[in-house]
């Protein structure tokens, strides 16, 4: 099948795009990133926007920058340039580690991102990574520009806190202390398929014990975020078997795993009791 028909924008600038999303929005105008996500769902006409506004002509949403303990990400960077050393430290080494995982190489030369995290598939690795680092959202409308914890940025499948003329101009994550150790797993059934679940895990060692835990879990609720009770079992604890097992288990009960025809609640939280006791031995 083949798209509704629509008007298509190229705004040069940021000013531009903004003024003509706060028009368009209205009358189901939307942005167009890598139309890895938009354009299939518009080829099957689950999506028929009347105005898409095309970003990838604005020059400076293409900046991918490290400064000051911030890793700055505008909306037209691409999964694909995180798999480099363009990025240096436990933050980079995640990202590159995490981005392999994304689908298949031609979709992670064009998708970006922002367009993931806009999108806010509960599978999606970024979310996640957003989840994970407490990353911020930066997010430009004429009433001015706004920044978003993560925390509060994701609602449900799908859905966020973004209002339909706000343009997600960049997001941001923390450089990571270069001794913080990371770990991320993911399941899925076929190799770039959107997984069923996955765990990230980051942490620091003071002397011979955890500190500074993070354990974000993707894809087995409706969006992807830190779980505390986890956190909570590894805070200061030697990263052993035992402590990971404990870290674990308490992952797998505090989620509400979403159902569907492939996958049971049971199944994912079984699953993400294995992925996080994974990421954490992948961490030590
Ligand atoms: C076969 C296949 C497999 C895939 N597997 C995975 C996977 O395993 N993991 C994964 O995470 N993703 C996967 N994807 C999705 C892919 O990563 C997309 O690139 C991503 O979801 C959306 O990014 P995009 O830049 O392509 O956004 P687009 O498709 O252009 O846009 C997606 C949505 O976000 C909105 N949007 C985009 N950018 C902005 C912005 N800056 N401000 C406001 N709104 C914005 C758009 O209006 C649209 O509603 C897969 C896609 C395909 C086709």
């Known amino acids: 099948m083949k798209p509704a028909s629509f008007a298509y924008h190229a705004p040069k600038s940021v000013d531009e795009a903004v003024s003509l999303l706060d028009e368009l929005a209205p009358q189901d105008g939307r942005i167009l990133a890598g139309g890895q996500s938009l354009v299939a769902t518009m080829a099957f006409r689950m999506a028929r ?23 700055r990400i505008g909306a037209c960077v691409r999964h694909c340039a995180f798999d480099s050393d363009a990025l240096t430290g436990a933050t980079g080494a995640l990202l590159r580690k995490v981005v ?34 407490d990353g911020v959202a930066v997010l430009r409308s004429p009433r001015g520009t706004r920044r978003v914890p993560a925390a509060e940025l994701y609602q449900g499948v799908m859905a966020t806190s973004m209002a339909e003329d706000e343009l997600l101009i960049a997001a941001e994550l923390p450089m990571l202390a270069d001794d913080t150790r990371t770990g991320f797993i993911e399941f899925s059934r076929r190799q770039g398929d959107f997984a069923i679940a996955m765990a990230l895990v980051t942490y620091r060692l003071e002397g011979t014990v955890i500190v500074e835990p993070r354990v974000a879990i993707g894809g087995a609720e409706t969006y992807p975020r830190r779980i505390s009770e986890s956190e909570t079992v590894l805070q200061g604890r030697a990263p052993c078997e035992a402590t990971f097992v404990a870290a674990a288990e308490a992952a797998a009960v505090a989620i509400d795993p979403m159902e569907d025809i492939n996958n049971t609640a049971r199944y994912r939280r079984n699953l993400v009791r294995d992925l996080t006791q994974k990421a954490l031995e992948l961490a030590a």
Not at 56 to 65: C, F, R
Not at 108 to 133: I, K, Y
Request: aromatic share 4%; net charge negative.
């Open 100 to 133: 392999r995982n994304i689908a298949h190489l031609p979709i992670r030369t064009r998708g970006t991102f922002c367009g993931s995290v806009a999108n806010a598939d509960p599978a999606s690795e970024w979310c996640c990574v957003m989840a994970a680092l």
């Open 49 to 71: 926007p009347s105005h898409l506004i095309d970003i990838n002509g604005i020059e400076e949403l293409a900046k991918l920058s490290a400064d000051h303990g911030v890793v």
